[in-house]
């Protein structure tokens, strides 16, 4: 797939799935809530049952660590420091991505190994790199042993059967409401054009008209959403670095990780990530799928040059920093929950 | 200090203070909020400033660790793991205590080393075992580096100077509301003889004959609140254990730390520490200052066995256990705070 193909792509899968042009807008706010499949509705019993299991120690193989320990949902729904050491101490080469409208994604994890966000979280739960839970089995019986989760599991599921399954479902309930709306970006699609200033107005234009939209583009500034061109499970990745053997792959050692390939072994796959949302970018560092670059202004220059061979001046690179900078959302109140 | 010179002590001290014995009771409901110091009054603004601090990976000296983190408010504010490593991986012999009812504590630590709650915190941030913060004005100078969190000290403190001070005085403020009122316990104390069970009533008559609650009474079940008999810096201390080389020390290890002496070097110090509280104390597990004991039912046959010299029956061990469980409070609604 080429760096400008993202679009290109979009409006065929636009035109193939009937969807008018005439309605078709690259940067839409966000919804209020993502789409939801048809085998895990919402309940605010589900959700809240999530919640607990978010905040949960015994989802993790050591019953230390929780969700929330990297996936910090007071800053980022990310973890500061990128790259961390798994619950049992199991190494990554992967930064924590955000989970703040996580639910927008039509694949998950950097490489898209898991086609949707229940099978995300079934495998974070045995991932050594993530929660190091022993197996499906132990962690099972870990929580039926637990009166409290029975009862809820029934009220929530009509069922005590506890599963890795109902868990995983549950919490995708929870984090499907990890949505971030109306931030001033939101707010000047709608219409509101003092919303956002005349600097992250010329950083939005320098966005579009450089190349960065060809991926970065619709509501989650991520590509595709399901549903729409895009079904879930249907990744929409591209080549990082689309240049390789440039300065900045020279040091931050981005091809070091050939992506998609680790997991399909095929030779085209070779350096395909998916593509992530630049929502609230700006509380997310550091970035990339190693995490190498911490500060937002040298991620731009970066990706400049990996993805677009192109030099941004300092002002442009200003400028689309104070755009970046319009991406930050509201953050939905989330009572700590008791967990039983 | 003699096993049972707790409550006798206290006798003395009620009289000393001119509290009339005819008020005393042993056992007393929790209050809503424990004592304030006069020169960190509550206000909203400042328990909502140390509640987003409290979040807040930056405090740490990787950037990486929050108090939440070991602390975690879902569970028993404390970290299910017990002995864990600081934010750099500093090592620890101690158990990460409790933090519900945090502010009823006359001293902090596990060995009384902080004489306040604020003093405690600014401990913590530098500590090894915990935060592991470079230092005082490392610290300082990435907060004051955050616009909006100098708005949010000038609103909160009428300064812009952002102080280790005054962030262990937000902190200390969020921690004074994490109060667990209403158990069944508080619930019978006020007389609802049906709020719990004939066997946690029966454990409770043991508790008190056999001489748990010599150290263990009054409304935090863990001796003197301030203002009361006790002031705040001075410490309730018990020697822990009381009888060493008994099997369960041997087998736990609980002489190999000698508490207090290693802050105070003094001989008669060596295997004191702070009586701990026992609200909630059955999400609080592990136990003991080391973290030796993961069960809440032979926690309290070691008890009897190296502090009292007892050997409880199983009955009365499951009496106990029964009562113990009538100490988990309500927990407030904690929202988590979006960190600037």
New interface residues.
């Given amino acids: 797939m080429s760096l400008t193909g993202g679009l290109r792509l979009l409006i065929l899968a636009l035109v193939a799935t009937g969807v008018a042009n005439a309605q078709f807008a690259p940067f839409q706010p966000l919804p209020h809530m993502p789409p939801v499949p048809e085998d895990n509705l919402q309940s605010p019993g589900k959700i809240e049952l999530g919640k607990?299991l978010f905040?949960?120690?015994?989802l993790s193989g050591?019953?230390?660590t929780?969700c929330?320990?990297c996936h910090?949902?007071?800053?980022g729904a990310t973890?500061?420091?990128g790259v961390?050491p798994g619950d049992l101490g199991g190494t990554s080469t992967r930064d924590v991505p955000t989970l703040w409208n996580v639910g927008f994604n039509t694949v998950y994890f950097w490489d898209g190994r898991a086609i949707s966000l229940e099978a995300a979280i079934a495998a974070h739960l045995l991932a050594k790199e993530a929660m190091a839970a022993p197996s499906n089995e132990a962690l099972v019986s870990r929580f039926d042993a637990i009166d409290a989760y029975r009862a809820e599991f029934r009220r929530v599921f009509g069922t005590e059967s506890i599963s890795v399954d109902l868990i995983s479902k549950s919490i995708a309930a929870f984090l499907r409401t990890l949505v971030t709306q109306d931030s001033t970006f939101d707010q000047y699609l709608r219409g509101d054009e003092a919303a956002i200033s005349v600097q992250a107005k010329r950083g939005f234009e320098w966005f579009t008209d450089s190349g960065c939209a060809s991926c970065h583009f619709w509501v989650n500034l991520a590509g595709p959403v399901p549903g729409l061109a895009f079904q879930m499970g249907e990744g929409f990745y591209e080549l990082f670095p689309n240049y390789p053997d440039t300065p900045a792959d020279s040091k931050y050692k981005f091809s070091d990780d050939l992506g998609r390939y680790h997991v399909s072994g095929i030779d085209a796959d070779k350096r395909l990530f998916r593509v992530p949302t630049l929502r609230n970018i700006a509380l997310t560092a550091p970035y990339f799928h190693n995490g190498a670059v911490s500060d937002l202004k040298e991620a731009v220059r970066v990706m400049a040059e990996t993805q677009l061979q192109k030099t941004f001046t300092d002002a442009q690179l200003e400028d689309v920093v104070a755009f970046l900078n319009t991406l930050t959302g509201e953050?939905p109140?989330?009572?700590?929950?008791?967990?039983h």
């Fill in positions: 607990k905040f949960d120690p015994r050591s019953g230390s929780t929330q320990t910090n949902l007071a800053t973890h500061r420091k961390v953050f109140v989330i009572a700590v929950p008791y967990v």
